[in-house]
């Protein structure tokens, strides 16, 4: 099973960025996916979810989709912060199987 993000990058205040998760070796499907953030010297936390089914839960400003025929997951995050500097993770669920991808970093500054 792999999960690999991309999008991330700098991005000035008040922009915008969309990550990517793409997944492969696994039934996408059948499994729930998440984005979380990690920023330095903090804990990891949940930012967005998406159930098999599309129903979709983000934090503010965020918004967590899924295209099932490309086996990919996305986040878009508007009105950035410098606060939402972190790294993303892309996490999927089924289950008792979970898996990572090993992050895409976005940093928000002027």
């Known amino acids: 099973v792999q999960l690999v993000e991309s999008g991330g990058g700098w991005v000035q205040p008040g922009g915008s960025l969309t990550l990517s998760c793409a997944a492969s070796?696994?039934?996408?499907?059948?499994?729930?996916m998440k984005w979380y953030r990690q920023a330095p010297g903090k804990e990891r936390e949940l930012v967005a979810s998406?159930?098999?089914g599309g129903t979709a839960n983000s934090v503010p400003r965020f918004f967590i989709s899924r295209d099932n025929a490309r086996n990919s997951a996305y986040l878009l995050m508007n009105s950035l912060k410098s606060e939402d500097t972190a790294k993303y993770y892309c996490?999927?669920?089924?289950?008792?199987?979970?898996?990572w991808g090993k992050g895409t970093e976005v940093t928000v500054s002027s």
């Open positions: 070796g696994l039934t996408f499907t059948s499994y729930v």
């Open positions: 998406i159930s098999t």
């Open positions: 996490r999927a669920e089924s289950g008792s199987l979970k898996y």
